[in-house]
């Protein structure tokens, strides 16, 4: 698997969070964020068993390469 930086949420406090990948074998994008545990959020959500949710700020999507033309930050 190779991973591929694109981004970091400039504005985190401690500069752990939120951060977003590319695995560049797979063509996906892993997401580091806040976990979701509200209930009512996830039952909206109807995930199942073997999936979770993460949540980052809006903007965070800058980082994405559809955004930035083809690469990270």
Same mark, same amino acid.
């Given at each position: 698997?190779?991973?591929?930086?694109?981004?970091?949420?400039?504005?985190?406090?401690?500069?752990?969070?939120?951060?977003?990948?590319?695995?560049?074998?797979?063509?996906?994008?892993?997401?580091?964020?806040?976990? +979701? /545990?509200?209930?009512? $959020?996830?039952?909206?959500?109807? @995930? &199942? #068993?073997?999936?979770? +949710? /993460?949540?980052?700020? $809006?903007?965070?999507?800058?980082? @994405? &390469? #559809?955004?930035?033309?083809?690469?990270?930050?």
């Amino acid at each position: 698997m190779a991973l591929e930086f694109l981004g970091k949420d400039p504005a985190s406090p401690d500069g752990d969070s939120a951060t977003i990948y590319r695995d560049t074998d797979r063509d996906t994008y892993l997401i580091q964020g806040l976990k +979701v /545990v509200d209930q009512e $959020r996830l039952r909206q959500l109807r @995930l &199942p #068993e073997h999936e979770t +949710v /993460v949540e980052i700020p $809006r903007y965070m999507t800058q980082f @994405l &390469p #559809e955004v930035t033309g083809g690469s990270g930050s």
